[in-house]
């Protein structure tokens, strides 16, 4: 079987949100990325002879891009960071911090850190293709930081 592969990138796969990253010796300050988003599909051609078309792609990867642009993106499974909702506010406490923000300003992900690595992991589970294409995914918070995942 022959297989291609397509490398998806636009202006308009990007986001700028706010994070920090807490880890046993370290609490970062809360700070922000402009980041963006890079997507590789790779599989047989289909009878249009394409792997996918890229507007497709495009258009997801937007839409995702989208519901994390200007936010501050918490992560609801981490065992060092604790994340409560309450009366439409998020509190967030690490280590000797604490935050208190607007929940319509929050995007609480359910996994251990805010990492480019877990939000690429992230939005590779808000993409589907389709079972017979791979897809990788790359999450960059600057120019020459860049976290991917695949399965």
């Known amino acids: 079987m022959e297989v291609y592969c397509i490398d998806v ?10 994070h920090f990253v807490r880890s046993e010796q370290h609490t970062e300050n809360l700070h922000g990325h402009n980041y963006t988003l890079r997507v590789q599909i790779t599989g047989p ?12 792609v495009k258009r997801r990867a937007i ?17 060092t960071v604790t994340v409560k909702t309450e009366e439409g506010f998020v ?11 607007p929940e319509e300003d929050c995007v609480i ?23 017979d294409l791979k897809t990788k995914v790359c999450v960059s918070e600057s120019a020459g930081s860049t976290g991917c995942y695949e399965e």
């Not at 990138?9 to 706010?18: E, N, T, V």
């Not at 839409?63 to 065992?79: F, M, N, Q, R, Y």
């Not at 359910?110 to 939000?119: G, N, V």
């Open 109 to 131: 992900i359910p996994m251990l850190a805010t990492t480019a690595e877990l939000l690429a992991k992230y939005i590779h589970e808000q993409l589907s293709f389709g079972t």
């Open 9 to 18: 990138k636009d202006q308009r796969m990007h986001f700028s949100a706010s």
């Open 63 to 79: 839409e995702i891009c989208k519901t994390l642009d200007h936010k501050v993106i918490l992560p609801g499974a981490s065992p």
């Open 45 to 56: 051609l289909n009878d249009d002879a394409m792997v996918l078309d890229f507007r497709k």
């Open 91 to 101: 509190e967030v406490t690490a280590s000797s911090k604490r935050y208190v923000f």
